[in-house]
């Protein structure tokens, strides 16, 4: 079992930029981040591998979010920048195997974004 711990949400104006942090009990293959707006499903944000860095990300975000990892302090990041309205959700903190299928889930921290 593996617990996650997502910190960094807020309330920010919209060309604004936050980081998110998720720590982690153990080690998995990756990590990702995935978000759920109000009304609407969660949706898969970002992963990345922890050992050799290879990420993905929604097509919505690509080029202004970054997914990262310290393997030594076994933290995964998501620095959001250039953020926009329609980013406002609960984000969440995954980690498995898959991407976008992951076997465990931090609690979620909340992103604001105002116009």
């Known amino acids: 079992q593996v617990q996650l711990v997502e910190s960094g949400g807020g309330l920010v104006q919209a060309g604004g930029s936050l980081r998110l942090s998720c720590a982690a009990s153990?080690?998995?293959?990756?990590a990702s981040w995935f978000r759920q707006a109000p009304g609407k499903e969660r949706e898969f944000v970002a992963g990345?591998?922890?050992?050799?860095?290879?990420?993905d990300y929604a097509d919505s975000v690509k080029g202004r979010f970054t997914i990262s990892t310290d393997n030594i302090k076994n933290t995964v990041y998501l620095q959001m920048n250039s953020l926009k309205p329609e980013d406002t959700a609960v984000y969440y903190c995954a980690a498995g195997v898959a991407f976008r299928r992951p076997a465990y889930w931090g609690q979620g921290t909340q992103v604001t974004v105002s116009s």
């Open positions: 990345v591998v922890w050992i050799g860095g290879s990420t």
């Open positions: 153990g080690r998995t293959f990756s």
